[in-house]
């Protein structure tokens, strides 16, 4: 099935009543449905557009109205991120550098590799705990880590942190404040707050660059 532009938009915009929609279409395979969404999000660079952060805030409130249950929740996706990280390292290391030259594609556009990069040349080991918390860059942090060879044990360590860090602030978040009537009455507000938010640090890094080169 192919979806226009508005669709997706619409998706990311309604993604609870969404996956209400799945709930009651599949029932305890939602888990697995959801687990998938979010290895694919953080271990495979060309699903890096899927949602993550408003995905799991989004299931932290449905737990809250008992249609899943948070610690299931918290346990499947903690290991769905941090296994999804470890796949991505290891893919780094074995085919990252032929990719590193790889022209643009459809799929691919080597500007996010090379901002991972730099955000993993700045902040060392724990660009793999801090990198979680913004799109697009958390899904290439670890396949650069894995092509700049870092230690597998030190890499797991960070991953995990981050990993069962990223889990749990999303989902209790939604759990504990996704059914304030405002945020429920305001859900498409609250997932475009949700994105803005997560992605403020790339501008944030952005501006900064062209004030330096402008000073230089």
């Known amino acids: 099935m192919d979806f226009t532009i508005t669709q997706i938009i619409d998706i990311f915009l309604h993604l609870d009543y969404y996956i209400g929609y799945i709930i009651n279409l599949f029932g ?8 998938t969404a979010i290895f694919a999000e953080t271990g495979l660079i060309v699903f890096f557009f899927l949602p993550g952060d408003s995905l799991i805030f989004i299931m932290g409130t449905l737990s809250a109205t008992g249609k899943l249950n948070l ?12 296994l999804g990280n470890t796949v991505n390292y290891h893919i780094g290391k074995f085919v990252g550098p032929k990719i590193f030259k790889k022209e643009d594609s459809k799929l691919f556009n080597r500007k996010h590799l090379i901002e991972a990069h730099e955000f993993y040349e700045k902040y060392g080991a724990k660009a793999i705990i801090l990198a979680r ?4 860059i958390r899904v290439f942090a670890p396949f650069v880590a ?5 230690p597998f044990k030190k890499f797991l360590l960070y991953s995990t942190i981050g990993g069962v860090g990223w889990v749990l602030l999303f989902s209790c978040s939604g759990y504990f404040f996704g059914n304030i009537p405002f945020v429920r009455d305001n859900f498409s507000i609250v997932v475009i707050a949700i994105i803005i938010i997560s992605i403020l640090p790339i501008f944030a890094n952005e501006l900064m660059k062209k004030s330096k080169k402008k000073e230089k």
Do not use: N
């Not at 305890?28 to 687990?35: D, G, Q, S, V």
């Not at 610690?71 to 941090?82: D, M, P, R, Y």
């Open 28 to 35: 305890i395979w939602t888990y697995a449905i959801l687990f």
């Open 71 to 82: 610690i299931t929740i918290i346990i499947l996706l903690s290991i769905a991120a941090v």
């Open 133 to 136: 918390f913004i799109p697009v």
């Open 146 to 150: 894995g092509i700049g060879l870092m």
